[in-house]
């Protein structure tokens, strides 16, 4: 008698139930629908989403240092490290450049400005002031020593992602110079302490819908839809050129690392959804970066590429000023000439380093842009303000796939990518286990074309999969590292 086949709606609510891209995706129409609907109700919605942010962000550090240590110690290759990092700061010079010239090319041929004819008098630049608080964008000597600590307790306080990842360095390479049989409890306790993040974050990560439908019912209660008409032009010409950018970068990671960037999209489709319906690209690091070491990736390039990619890194934001730019010259009639263009490009590169984690960090850039060129009124920034919020998608879709493929990209530069794990992962045929879930012993379940779902299969040996991953290989071959005597076989 052959199997009876659940219904449909049986099988849509066990989809519901087990899969975070749907519960998510459900969360985002729902949202829609309620800001649309009952625009004052879904305005008090908004610390849903708020919530879960600050959840997640309250993980980032530790789980940041804690990768860094592990995959410094493992790699046992303290130059190696410095290889990837300056490798890493290349890669994100010439795609931000990149990005910045795409932005400028496609505004100089759309010019989603012109014909605005506005008067920069009748605007509130008080308005620019509200948003960004009165800030300013760090300098160049400003932003290198914040990224030094001053305090080992306050950059974790602080969330510093730059100032975490100098300690993690620190103690990584005091760890290597020390050796495991003068602190042989250190790895163990420090990867201990990422597989309680790693649970922590799993634990919230089911709050997710919440959260997106919370931040969907915000935007669009408070928005609405109106603003779509009125700077249609604008927000086209931005996502155009957004995917322009996300086409050039598949490809450079298709010449790369022969990798598929539209395979690695669909594997991380809950997190890019989930990036999208919070606006924030933090929300998602824990769970890319287990994506990124299960896809293949080492442990020491996924630590330090990702979280410095989150300040260096920010292609979406720089195609956003760029137009930014070029649009609020054209509304107020101001004809940028090549040369002050240029000049633009020059600056954003600059101030484009010194955004993240400052509040309304792309008005403060575009007021600097205005008064260096001297030509643009500073007040008529306060333009963009009605569109701004429109504009986080872009970016952080953008921002957070520029970052991913870095990793790729460096890793396989530097020769710390597994490419045959990583093309049967983005392939589907080896299942991602969340780290919170995956098994003690390192393994992960694969999938054979005549059983379906396999296991257990080793992981990598490498340091390229998940927490145990690295882990299992070295504690095999050499029981020392954790302080325990070696056991000799029997004969």
Not at 96 to 117: E, F
Not at 226 to 253: H, R
Not at 452 to 461: L, Q
């Amino acid at each position: 008698m052959p199997p009876s086949v659940p219904s449909l709606p049986r099988r849509a609510a066990r989809t519901l139930r087990t899969s975070l891209f749907a519960q998510v995706a459900c969360a985002l129409v729902l949202g829609v629908a309620v800001g649309k609907l009952w625009p004052d109700v879904a305005t008090a919605a908004q610390p849903l989403g708020d919530g879960f942010v600050r959840l997640i962000k309250a993980m980032i550090s530790p789980l940041v240092f804690c990768v860094v240590v592990v995959g410094i110690t493992k790699a046992g290759d303290l130059k190696a490290f410095g290889r990837i990092g300056l490798k890493a700061l290349i890669w994100f010079e010439v795609a931000t450049t990149l990005a910045l010239l795409v932005g400028l090319l496609a505004g100089n041929l759309t010019r989603p400005g012109a014909g605005m004819n506005v008067d920069p008098s009748t605007l509130d630049a008080s308005a620019v002031d509200a948003k960004t608080g009165g800030g300013s964008l760090p300098s160049t000597s400003e932003f290198i020593l914040h990224a030094l600590p001053d305090s080992a307790v306050g950059a974790f306080a602080e969330n510093s992602l730059l100032q975490v990842l100098v300690l993690a360095c620190l103690v990584g390479a005091a760890v290597l110079h020390l050796g495991h049989t003068k602190v042989p409890k250190i790895l163990p306790a420090v990867e201990q302490a990422q597989d309680v993040v790693f649970a922590i974050v799993g634990f919230i990560m089911k709050l997710a819908p919440l959260a997106v439908f919370g931040a969907t019912a915000h935007l669009v209660g408070e928005y609405g839809v109106g603003v779509m008409s009125t700077y249609g032009k604008l927000i086209a010409v931005c996502y155009a050129s957004a995917l322009l950018f996300l086409l050039l970068l598949a490809v450079a990671l298709k010449w790369v690392a022969g990798i598929s960037l539209w395979k690695f999209v669909r594997y991380t489709r809950e997190e890019m959804l989930l990036a999208l319906g919070t606006a924030s690209s933090e929300t998602v690091m824990p769970r890319m970066m287990q994506k990124l070491r299960q896809a293949g990736c080492r442990d020491d390039a996924v630590g330090l590429v990702l979280p410095t990619g989150y300040s260096f890194n920010l292609d979406g934001a720089s195609i956003y000023l760029s137009i930014g730019t070029l649009f609020i010259a054209d509304a107020v009639g101001v004809d940028l000439s090549l040369g002050q263009q240029i000049t633009v490009v020059l600056i954003l590169m600059l101030t484009s380093k010194g955004m993240a984690g400052v509040p309304g960090s792309a008005f403060l850039a575009l007021s600097a842009t205005a008064s260096a060129l001297g030509v643009i009124p500073v007040g008529a920034v306060a333009l963009l303000l009605g569109v701004d919020r429109i504009m986080d998608s872009m970016r952080v879709a953008t921002n957070l796939l520029g970052n991913c493929v870095a990793v790729f990209a460096v890793s396989r530069w530097e020769g710390a990518l597994d490419t045959v794990r990583a093309r049967k992962m983005l392939d589907g045929e080896i299942t991602f286990v969340p780290e919170e879930e995956a098994p003690r012993e390192g393994t992960l379940l694969e999938k054979t074309p005549e059983h379906g779902t396999a296991g257990p299969a080793p992981r990598s040996v490498s340091g390229a999969g998940g927490p145990a991953a690295d882990r299992t290989t070295a504690e095999v071959s050499s029981p020392a590292l954790n302080g325990e005597p070696e056991d000799v076989p029997l004969p």
